[in-house]
Structures are given as C-alpha cells and as structure tokens.
C-alpha cells in the first residue's frame, strides 16, 4: 500500500485504507479507465479544481489543481490530468532538502527520470522525487489521472522546467 516509513507512523497505513479505498496491489491494474470528463467527476474525490492555467505552458494537454493546503505550510495540491496530458521535464532544485512527493490516487499514469525507463503508476503508488532530479509525470493516453503532489520543504528551493517530453519516453 503506502509504503512510506514516516517515524512513528509505520504500519498505521494499513488502517486508513478502508477509508482511501485504495485497491489492493493485485488489483491496481484492473481498475476502469474512464475517458469521459463528467463520470470522472463523479469518482472524484478531492475535486478537479481549476484550470492549471499558471503552469499551462509546461504541460501537454490540460491539467487541473486543487491546493489542499495553504502553500505557505506543507503546500499539498490534487493535480489532475486528462487523458493523454503531461507536463514538461522538470527539477525541483534545492541546497538541502527538497524535491517533490506524488501520491497516485486515481486512473493510470506514468513517472519517468532522465536516463531510466517509465514507470506505470496506480492508486496507492507514491513516488518520492529527490531534489535536482530531472523528471515528468503524466497521465495515460486512456486514462484521466491524479496524484497529490507535495513540494517538500529544503533551501533555495526552485523548479525549473524543461524541455517537452516526446512522444518516444
């Protein structure tokens, strides 16, 4: 499930997942793929949000945010991509600390770093980017997809973006 070792939080995972829903490891593969925006919107949990107007120049397709939180604390967001979209290479640069937290908790998706194969993405799936690596993520091109993104606090943190990611990655 999570998978995350959180000090003082280890093995309390697995007693939110009745309340996440998030399927079972065997079952993430079989979930249902919906195209249509309006019955994605009725599985939607944390809400579409807005138009991700802000960052559309880094991004293939349209994407949607949500802050969950105020940015000025652990800043959380539900990012949510149609089928198809995904955003530019990017490095969340930092001094110390930093770099990005994504929880997978709809659709299919997919994380890639620079130099090393694509990785498929499920709900439940959480991927910890370590600051000043180069990386995308995206949806599939059958799937609307979301993840919680959280920018984890470090020094001198920035993001700078990249090239488009092509059509080969």
Known sequence: FLRMDWTGMRGRAD???????FP???????IMK???SAEFDKVNVFGKGT???AYAKYFIG???LNPL???SGMGFANV???PGCRNNWHIHHADNGGGQLLICIYGKGWYQEWSKEPRELHPGDVVNIPANVKHW???AKDSWFQHIAQEIPGENTRTEWCERVDEEQ
């Open 15 to 21: 007693r939110l997942r009745p309340a996440l829903s």
């Open 24 to 30: 079972k490891k065997s079952e993430r593969r079989k």
């Open 34 to 36: 919906i195209m249509d």
């Open 51 to 53: 138009e991700n107007t």
């Open 62 to 64: 349209m994407s949607y």
């Open 69 to 71: 939180t105020p940015k």
């Open 80 to 82: 949510t991509f149609e």
């Open 137 to 139: 993520h995206g949806a």
